[in-house]
């Protein structure tokens, strides 16, 4: 039999093009929706709220839309919040005074502990998260106890260090009664960004002696000296008064660094770790992510990120809804379990 007699007519036997098509799944909507690799819900979102003594709000000129709020207003943000599906807050605090350790910040009364109560109390099932620093309440603007002393520089508590040094065992302690504090106004999540040594494991032993066992800690694990936190520190009021925090925060260069900090934590009891910032680090939040697949993951989409967003989009230049669904997809995809971001409600809100 000739072989030919058995073609059918039309039957392409010679190939003109190629075999694999992808935009094959990608003609319609449906089938861009059905072979979707990261989803973004409103579930995945921490909203940041600055809370100040006083009244009303302050509005923060670098950070359209974000402002400074009373526990009240905070109360009101985060109700807000939560009606849009966002089922966290993290809290700042701006205390009424500022002194070399920072003693509102561990105060019963503090700014934060009145927050957390206040916002417990009117929605119980909004998870409250803390950031535990020691910035927002020196006066020196620093992270931690300074090695300085009060009679001049031979009088600096340790004197192998230079002068103005962040100390870090003295700052774990103070570390560890704001963390104890934060627990006991009603706090449901932990978080030391301070980057001290041993901080996590501090805070933990502290935690578990004084009955919160059950609390957890989600430490700013991987959090980077960055230009990026600018308009941050107009709104915490936290920009310290001289040098920076290269000292503490990790090198702009470094990734694999990211997964020793990662590993102290979790051998110190950490249960989250975080990657800060975030759209300038998706390199490292997955690499994070790759080294520990079963430890959830947060990232921190932080005050610069969402100020050159919302300036240029002010400009027209960008369209301020595609370009925050599709930078936030981005810090998924990339390996976050859930971001910590200002435009939490919005997204919330644009989803
Ligand atoms: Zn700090």
Not at 88 to 104: M, S, T
Not at 183 to 198: F, L, Q, T
Not at 306 to 330: Q, R
Request: charged share 25%; aromatic share 6%.
């Amino acid at each position: 039999m000739n072989m030919l007699e058995l073609e059918r007519p039309g039957l392409v036997t010679e190939r003109r093009g190629p075999a694999e098509r992808p935009r094959r799944l990608r003609a319609t909507p449906g089938l861009r929706a059905l072979i979707r690799e990261t989803e973004l819900n409103a579930r995945d979102f921490i909203y940041p709220l600055f809370v100040r003594h006083g009244n009303g709000r302050s509005e923060i000129r670098s950070m359209p839309g974000i402002a400074q709020l009373s526990v009240e207003e905070a109360v009101r943000e985060t109700a807000k919040a939560a009606a849009l599906g966002v089922p966290a807050v993290i809290l700042f605090g701006i205390p009424a005074e500022k002194d070399p350790v920072g003693l509102e910040n561990f105060a019963p009364d503090g700014i934060v502990q009145q927050a957390i109560r206040a916002i417990k109390k009117e929605l119980p099932e909004m998870i409250v998260v803390t950031d535990v620093c020691l910035c927002e309440y020196t006066d020196h603007g620093h992270c931690g106890i300074l090695n300085m002393g009060t009679a001049g520089p031979e009088s600096r508590p340790n004197k192998s260090l230079p002068e103005g040094y962040v100390l870090n065992d003295e700052t774990l302690e103070v570390l560890t009664k704001v963390a104890i504090s934060h627990a006991e106004a009603g706090a449901d999540i932990v978080a030391p960004s301070g980057m001290m040594d041993g901080m996590v494991g501090a805070i933990r032993l502290g935690l578990d002696e004084t009955g919160f066992s059950n609390l957890p800690i989600l430490s700013y694990s991987v959090k980077y000296a960055s230009s990026f936190y600018g308009p941050f520190r107009e709104a915490a009021q936290g920009a310290p008064k001289f040098g920076d925090r290269k000292s503490h925060q990790m090198d702009p260069a470094n990734a694999r660094e990211a997964l020793r900090e990662a590993a102290l934590d979790l051998e110190e009891g950490a249960d989250m770790l975080m990657v800060k910032p975030a759209l300038a680090y998706l390199d490292v939040i997955h690499l994070v992510k790759e080294a520990y697949p079963q430890i959830p993951l947060a990232a921190y989409n932080v005050s610069g990120e969402y100020a050159m967003v919302k300036a240029a989009a002010s400009n027209g230049w960008i369209d301020e809804v595609k370009i925050t669904l599709e930078t936030l997809t981005a810090i998924k995809r990339a390996g976050a379990d859930m971001i910590l971001t200002y435009h939490a409600a919005d997204a919330a809100k644009w989803l």
